[in-house]
């Protein structure tokens, strides 16, 4: 599978609004495709792929929730994520670091809690009520860090 298949297969992917009638119809077409993909060109690769995306087309707290869905679709965060902080950072950052103002605690609850967990940073995260995702001391850097690129870019 070569680069421009990744590309064009991802933004068939994550191109799509995960309540909308599209996905319905096509999601398990969607997901062969997804696995397929994984399979063919190996996590590393697929996983580079769905972060450019969500980097570069997920500017807003709606399509950031709409990613979240189809993602946790696709794999069920099966794969440890390289750098979990950074990935999540991204999410927490477009949320302003506040899920509850866009209904989507429990999403990013969920999503923070599988991904820190299958990297082995966190244990138990399920158990542990007094965890907030967006109040890690590593996340607060990871969501600052991404609000120092993106106004960079912003600025140049």
Not at 68 to 78: G, N
Not at 113 to 125: D, H, Q, S
Request: glycine share 4%; aromatic share 16%; charged share 30%.
């Amino acid at each position: 599978m070569n680069i421009q298949d990744i590309k064009a297969i991802t933004e068939e992917l994550f191109g799509v609004s995960f309540d909308g009638d599209t996905f319905g119809q096509k999601k398990a077409y969607l997901y062969r495709n997804a696995q397929r993909m994984i399979e063919e060109a190996g996590w590393d690769e697929t996983y580079a792929a769905w972060f450019d995306y969500l980097v570069h087309k997920c500017t807003t707290p709606e399509l950031v929730i709409n990613y979240v869905h189809l993602i946790r679709y696709y794999d069920d965060f099966s794969h440890v994520i390289p750098d979990p902080y950074d990935f999540l950072g991204y999410f927490y950052y477009r949320l302003e670091s506040d899920p509850a103002k866009y209904k989507a605690v429990d999403n990013m609850d969920e999503m923070s809690f599988e991904v820190l967990m299958k990297a082995g940073i966190k244990e138990n995260l399920w158990l542990d009520d007094s965890y907030i995702p967006e109040k890690d001391s590593e996340m607060v850097k990871a969501i600052e860090r991404w609000k120092e690129k993106l106004n960079d870019q912003q600025g140049s």
